[in-house]
């Protein structure tokens, strides 16, 4: 426990940089690029409103996460040190969007009127980082609790239905359950040509065998009603990702009804894993029966294991609902809900190349693997169908890392190292390559806390600074009239990027792009200007992460100005710092000035107790430190960090 008599731990840096690691120079560089970067942008494609500039056409449900995509990691850059105006000026875009697609009737008070939640989890990624950047804000508390009880059992909206435990509808939100699906689909015919790739919607329409047989009118016709009457009922799967907004809402003051829904919603999915061996099913049926619209098959659902993206969706889903529950402080047997889908793909993993190898998304692993694509290596298959498992490709590496960050189990960290050991290609190998995600870089940063890739830092900062001087390039050589620009196109130049910071600093993955939150496993506050994220001048190192254990390193790179450095246990407060084992320098720096090198610096270590949840750093110019952080995970409950913290 606390103690309360213990003095706060105030450290003061004393070892010289001297020569700085090119890693911090390049650090602070990229916050700088990053501040540029995000204001060229705003300038460039949005309104004084705070809106997109856009004319183009929306279509009858789908849209409203593109969007919010396109600032999805502003309020996160803010958290780790970006711009004072950062955070603002992310609550401004989330309010000129929010209007913005009021008016085009995608969102009705605040809230999407009703979609799937691998999109809506995508929608929701500005407003979770906006609430955990400023909690004290009373308008985005107010919105995160009226958001989530659009989901608690007696909610006018009607969205779940507390007797089947199940969320009534694959599309739902502001409006309650909105059954079927978007009326662009109701003849889903072959000229949909984008969603060719992922095959047929159903498999089990008489005649209709291959895609081509979508080309005949009458076929389009009974497979878009089809659709609508199966796929567009009932729960699915990706509908886990709502839990998201529980305990988002549950994390401002611990209001336990939200805690009770989310980990009541969890406990039924995994139920019904349970009942078919543990592999979570993708569909549950209005009566809550698994299988009920789709011939008793476990598969079949909206965003599910057979159509459209199998393991990317469901995976996403599962993982998320992992992480849900640890927070909630849920029972482990939870986190099976993304163990168990990870553990049945690799079951039935092959050996192989990306190229040449049949799969629905080949261009993002083409630009992660590079040259290694055309290399055997381990692929695991992504759906299921009536046949068996099949669209095998590279394991989603975010998936098992978030669940052993959730965990800090030894059987989630065992199985991330079975990845690494069956795959065909070096993971010490930087790329330099964008995702939708802003992630991808799970392989090297894995192999760096595994001690065998030092030049990790400095190499991902290197790519990071080449991405966002890409897309700011990409921004100002923009031909076109903003109001005419695809609606995909903000996201893909948007300039931000969080996924290197993320890692260096606090040790944490890249968020779950559809719906997850932010639980780093070091957050930091600037003690002078009392805001969240690391001073000016000062970068940061996290080269060791376990469960009760991380080692960082701070560097002052300035020359001016002294800092303080609050580092805290937990983003939101949940471990304790137990000790901490420091260095101190010993006098004789900067030395003689008659000598043509500075003295050899030496040092001291020392084992300081703390049992608190953060330590204070006094950070001199031209100072460093490094902090080896013993913890107890989850020693309070988690919450919302509102002020910096003094105790």
């Known amino acids: 426990?606390?103690?309360?008599?213990?003095?706060?731990?105030?450290?003061?840096?004393?070892?010289?940089?001297?020569?700085?690691?090119?890693?911090?120079?390049?650090?602070?560089?990229?916050?700088?690029?990053?501040?540029?970067?995000?204001?060229?942008?705003?300038?460039?494609?949005?309104?004084?409103?705070?809106?997109?500039?856009?004319?183009?056409?929306?279509?009858?449900?789908?849209?409203?996460?593109?969007?919010?995509?396109?600032?999805?990691?502003?309020?996160?850059?803010?958290?780790?040190?970006?711009?004072?105006?950062?955070?603002?000026?992310?609550?401004?875009?989330?309010?000129?969007?929010?209007?913005?697609?009021?008016?085009?009737?995608?969102?009705?008070?605040?809230?999407?009127?009703g979609y799937d939640w691998f999109h809506l989890g995508e929608s929701m990624l500005l407003f979770y980082g906006i609430c955990a950047a400023d909690p004290a804000d009373p308008e985005f508390r107010s919105r995160a609790h009226k958001f989530a009880d659009l989901y608690l059992p007696g909610s006018p909206a009607g969205n779940y239905d507390p007797a089947a435990r199940i969320i009534r509808a694959p599309h739902n939100g502001a409006e309650g359950p909105r059954p079927g699906l978007q009326k662009e689909w109701a003849s889903y015919g072959a000229e949909l040509g984008m969603m060719r790739p992922f095959g047929l919607p159903l498999h089990d329409?008489?005649?209709?065998?291959?895609?081509?047989?979508?080309?005949?009118?009458?076929?389009?016709r009974r497979m878009g009603e089809a659709m609508n009457a199966r796929i567009g009922?009932?729960?699915?799967?990706?509908?886990?990702?709502?839990?998201?907004?529980?305990?988002?809402?549950?994390?401002?003051?611990?209001?336990?009804?939200?805690?009770?829904?989310?980990?009541?919603?969890l406990g039924a999915w995994h139920e019904r894993a349970a009942a078919r061996g543990g592999v979570l099913p993708d569909n549950v049926g209005p009566n809550g029966v698994v299988g009920e619209l789709?011939?008793?098959?476990?598969?079949?659902?909206?965003?599910?294991?057979?159509?459209?993206?199998?393991?990317?969706?469901?995976?996403?889903?599962?993982?998320?609902?992992?992480?849900?529950?640890?927070l909630l402080g849920g029972a482990d047997e939870l986190l099976d809900l993304g163990r168990a889908p990870l553990d049945e793909v690799l079951a039935h993993a092959v050996e192989a190349p990306v190229t040449g190898t049949d799969m629905s998304i080949s261009d993002r692993w083409h630009a992660e693997l590079g040259e290694d694509a055309d290399r055997p290596t381990l692929l695991v298959p992504n759906r299921?169908?009536?046949?068996?498992?099949?669209?095998?490709?590279?394991p989603q590496l975010a998936l098992p890392l978030w669940l052993w960050h959730a965990s800090g189990a030894d059987a989630d960290r065992e199985r991330l190292t079975r990845i690494r050991k069956a795959s065909g290609y070096d993971w010490r190998t930087v790329r330099a390559f964008r995702n939708k995600e802003e992630g991808g870089h799970e392989a090297p940063w894995l192999a760096y806390l595994a001690g065998?890739?030092?030049?990790?830092?400095?190499?991902?900062?290197?790519?990071?600074?080449?991405?966002?001087?890409?897309?700011?390039?990409?921004?100002?050589?923009d031909p076109t009239d903003p109001a005419g620009l695809h609606i995909h196109h903000w996201q893909r130049v948007n300039?931000?990027?969080?996924?290197?910071?993320?890692?260096?600093?606090?040790?944490?993955?890249?968020?779950?792009?559809?719906?997850?939150?932010?639980p780093t496993r070091i957050a930091y506050w600037d003690g002078r200007r009392g805001r969240p994220g690391l001073p000016p001048d000062v970068a940061a190192l996290v080269d060791t992460v376990t469960p009760d254990?991380?080692?960082?390193?701070?560097?002052?790179?300035?020359?001016?100005?002294?800092?303080?450095?609050?580092?805290?246990?937990?983003?939101?407060?949940?471990?304790?710092?137990?000790?901490?084992?420091?260095?101190?320098?010993?006098?004789?720096?900067?030395?003689?000035?008659?000598?043509?090198?500075?003295?050899?610096?030496?040092?001291?270590?020392?084992?300081?107790?703390?049992?608190?949840?953060?330590?204070?750093?006094?950070?001199?110019?031209?100072?460093?430190?490094?902090?080896?952080?013993?913890?107890?995970?989850?020693?309070?409950?988690?919450?919302?960090?509102?002020?910096?913290?003094?105790?």
């Not at 699915?236 to 919603?265: C, E, K």
């Not at 030092?454 to 991902?460: L, R, V």
């Not at 040790?507 to 932010?518: A, S, W």
């Open 1 to 113: 426990m606390t103690d309360p008599d213990r003095p706060p731990t105030l450290l003061t840096a004393t070892v010289p940089v001297g020569t700085p690691p090119v890693w911090a120079i390049l650090q602070r560089r990229l916050f700088d690029v990053l501040d540029d970067a995000w204001r060229a942008f705003a300038d460039r494609y949005c309104a004084p409103d705070g809106s997109l500039y856009y004319s183009g056409p929306v279509a009858d449900r789908d849209g409203g996460d593109d969007f919010y995509e396109a600032f999805f990691n502003w309020p996160v850059l803010y958290r780790l040190g970006g711009s004072d105006e950062l955070l603002d000026a992310a609550k401004h875009h989330w309010r000129g969007v929010t209007e913005q697609l009021t008016e085009l009737g995608l969102v009705v008070d605040e809230f999407e009127r």
């Open 205 to 220: 329409l008489g005649t209709i065998a291959t895609w081509d047989d979508l080309a005949d009118p009458d076929n389009a």
């Open 233 to 265: 009922h009932g729960d699915t799967a990706v509908d886990l990702a709502a839990t998201s907004l529980a305990v988002n809402a549950w994390l401002y003051g611990h209001d336990d009804r939200y805690r009770d829904w989310a980990l009541d919603y």
């Open 294 to 326: 789709h011939g008793g098959r476990w598969y079949g659902g909206l965003y599910g294991w057979s159509w459209p993206h199998g393991l990317y969706s469901v995976g996403n889903a599962a993982a998320i609902a992992s992480l849900n529950a640890a």
């Open 384 to 394: 299921y169908a009536d046949d068996g498992w099949f669209d095998h490709q590279p």
């Open 452 to 477: 065998d890739n030092p030049d990790y830092p400095a190499e991902i900062l290197r790519v990071a600074l080449g991405q966002a001087a890409r897309r700011l390039e990409l921004i100002t050589a």
């Open 495 to 518: 300039p931000v990027l969080t996924e290197a910071l993320l890692q260096l600093t606090t040790g944490t993955p890249q968020v779950l792009y559809n719906g997850g939150l932010l």
């Open 549 to 647: 254990r991380v080692r960082l390193e701070l560097v002052h790179t300035g020359h001016s100005y002294p800092r303080t450095v609050v580092v805290q246990a937990g983003a939101f407060g949940e471990d304790r710092i137990d000790a901490v084992r420091t260095e101190t320098a010993d006098p004789g720096h900067p030395g003689d000035p008659r000598a043509y090198t500075a003295p050899e610096v030496t040092t001291r270590t020392a084992d300081i107790p703390v049992g608190a949840g953060h330590v204070t750093v006094e950070l001199p110019p031209g100072r460093r430190i490094r902090l080896d952080l013993r913890l107890t995970p989850r020693h309070r409950r988690p919450a919302h960090q509102s002020a910096v913290p003094t105790r």
